[in-house]
């Protein structure tokens, strides 16, 4: 082979190396960092149902009404606090116990920490949260976005309230 037929070869090859390790000749890499771009902003919270995977019942335990947003920032950090839309004021600035606890059970996401993305799974690592069972854990969602329409699903898990295996649907609407 002549020497300047060798030295495009390796040209040509050092360039492709190059492209790929960019990301220019990796579509998954490219799509993943586009979702990520997308998902960054400010969401409220328009529905939250869950699915119960023995029966596939489907219930919207806090109501049609719900409240709260998820804010992805572009520096990977996430918080969400989101809350059932009947719940009841304390009837004084001195809450009762019941009081106290009804609140609390209103409260279905409330938590902080950092995300990244893997094509169309965004995984939460929670720092901070309303349920100290998830502070340290990582968090599996399952994303879809349409225009201004972002659907967010969790990984099948345990419901805290009735032991049985689940998953949850987020819909939230873009503010910013």
Known sequence: MKPARRQYLHLASCTALALAVSGVFQPGTALAQDAAKQLVG??????????????????????????????????GHMVTFMVGGDRKAPAAPS?????RAALYNGIF???????SVDGNK????????????????????????DGKKLTIT???????????????????????
Not at 161 to 175: D, H, K, M, V, W
């Open 95 to 99: 809450t009762t116990d019941a009081e």
């Open 122 to 145: 965004v995984i939460h690592r929670i720092v901070a949260s309303w349920n100290e069972a998830f502070t340290g854990t990582e968090q599996t969602r399952y994303f879809e976005l």
């Open 42 to 75: 400010t969401w409220q919270v328009t529905g939250f149902s869950t699915r119960f995977l023995d029966n596939n019942e489907v219930v919207r335990v806090f109501g049609d009404r719900v409240s709260g947003y998820i804010q992805y920032m572009p520096g």
């Open 154 to 176: 969790t990984a099948p898990n345990v419901n805290l309230r009735t032991g049985r295996l689940q998953s949850s649907t987020f819909t939230f609407e873009r503010l910013e």
């Open 109 to 115: 996401a409330g938590y902080a920490g950092t995300y």
